[in-house]
């Protein structure tokens, strides 16, 4: 692969704007569902908490199989990266048809035992059985453009979702809110339109892997599932999962804590996390990208240029992130004013915006620091230490200063801080004294041990 190709910012931008469209769409269908009734927003935001749990199980293959496909690249293995590729994706479309098979039947209990009201769970659990039906493609297609990108394929992966969300946005709108005397499918019509639009994407990506990647699909390539490849996979993917796990149920004992100081603390937590969202984008692409490259080279048997890019890659993202930052600092407590006048709350976002200051920043390390982890194959290490910093500071230091100390909504956001200074600072140290060098040496170890057999 030529260090053109695994240049860091063009790798980055187009990753940024996919993950963008996915938020903008997530708002779209949002705006949507209050076109109908505000009982339709409380269906689709429920639903969607459903369907964010699902994505990280389908991300356990799409981020095992794009870390691997990078890994097998650098080393020159085009057959070994092809057969992991295909196995990934045959992975993705079991994965998404059990997801299919649970919402299909199991939707009614899903929807009661997370308290949707009675009035709302016959519409609710349409929406969510046609949504089973958009996640089955959702998995594959994810797994299909995370092929794409590990192939620094990102341009085209951008397009391909670019494609998906514009087809989504024209289906949606008729569909869900009817044309001329036609009523619309209601919330059952966004789920369709999803559907039609995942498969118009993998139909767009199936094409790039035939024509860029020269991998020709046939019908036991999306059934069968070898071993070997599956387990490098997993290897990578279960603990990349199990860290998302753990901050997101962490994350929501947090907002219960917040919603016990009152209305105006929640109301402020939700304006201030919404508002910081494009920077996490932000953060959350630089580390895709530095999983790329940093894959690549350890494939390779590069590990100096594999440490050099991870340094670069952090200082250039940390300058970005502290610019953004900034702006966000500026521009979130103006945004938040023309929301609401609420004094109590203005005075919140003003002292919370100041601790952003340090949270970004520190978020851009660990999150960076992460994925250098994760492509050389020291996957683990991460997980364990978020395991226990999500709760020690995210969560217990959060309700001692919050709750216990009486600083509300500011000690939760400083618990949020020191969680992810402290995994960053934690990471960055796994890294300079070189714990990752001996999984890359064994990753590196396995591909040619793969190529000779």
């Known amino acids: 692969m030529s260090e053109k190709k695994l240049h860091l910012f063009a790798i980055t931008w187009p990753i940024f704007i996919e993950n963008l469209l996915m938020v903008l769409m997530s708002l779209f269908g949002l705006w949507l569902a209050s076109r109908i009734s505000t009982g339709m927003v409380a269906a689709y935001g429920l639903v969607n908490q459903i369907l964010g749990a699902l994505q990280i199980v389908f991300q356990v293959v799409s981020i095992g199989t794009s870390v691997v496909v990078t890994q097998h690249h650098g080393a020159g293995d085009e057959v070994g990266a092809h057969r992991v590729a295909r196995s990934g994706l045959a992975a993705s479309g079991w994965v998404g048809l059990a997801t299919l098979l649970l919402l299909f039947s199991c939707a009614g209990w899903i929807l009661a035992a997370m308290n949707l009201p009675p009035e709302l769970r016959p519409a609710g659990e349409t929406y969510t059985r046609w949504l089973g039906l958009a996640l089955l493609f959702d998995a594959v297609s994810m ?74 699909l046939r019908l036991p390539d999306w059934l069968s599932l070898e071993r070997v490849p599956l387990a490098s996979i997993l290897h990578i993917g279960l603990p990349g999962a199990g860290e998302k796990v753990a901050f997101r149920a962490s ?69 970005v992130m502290l610019l953004c930052t900034l702006a966000s600092w ?71 200063l919050g709750v216990h100390y009486g600083l509300g909504l500011v000690g939760v956001w400083i618990g949020y801080a020191a969680d992810e200074c402290c995994r960053g600072i934690i990471m960055a140290t796994r890294w300079r004294l070189g714990g990752w060098v001996a999984h890359a040496r064994r990753t590196r170890r396995r591909i040619l041990a793969h190529m000779q057999a």
Not at 147 to 167: D, F, P, Q
Not at 187 to 199: E, I, N
Not at 297 to 310: E, K, S
Not at 367 to 395: C, E, H, N, Q, Y
């Open 143 to 216: 797994c299909m453009i995370a092929v794409l990108r590990a192939n620094t394929y990102t341009r085209e992966s951008m397009k391909i979702v670019l494609g998906m969300n514009l087809l989504q946005v024209l289906l949606s709108v008729p569909l869900m809110l009817g044309v001329g005397r036609w009523p619309g499918l209601g919330l059952d019509g966004l789920a369709l339109a999803m559907a039609v639009s995942r498969l118009f994407g993998i139909a767009l990506a199936w094409r790039v892997w035939r024509s860029r990647l020269e991998i020709h």
């Open 251 to 319: 994350f929501i004992i947090s907002v219960a804590i917040v919603a016990s100081m009152g209305e105006a603390a929640l109301a402020t937590h939700a304006y201030v996390w919404n508002a910081v969202r494009l920077v996490t984008l932000l953060t959350g692409s630089i580390g895709f990208g530095t999983e790329i490259v940093v894959g690549h080279h350890v494939g390779a048997g590069r590990l100096h240029r594999a440490n050099r890019v991870l340094w670069q890659a952090m200082a250039w993202g940390m300058a």
């Open 330 to 400: 500026w521009l979130t407590p103006l945004a938040v004013a023309r929301a609401t006048a609420n004094p109590e709350i203005l005075a919140l976002v003003g002292m919370i915006v100041l601790i952003e200051l340090v949270l970004e920043p520190g978020r851009a390390f660990n999150i960076v620091m992460t994925s250098g982890l994760r492509a050389a194959g020291d996957a683990r290490f991460p997980v364990k230490v978020s395991m226990v910093s999500v709760f020690l500071f995210g969560v217990g230091l959060g309700w001692l």
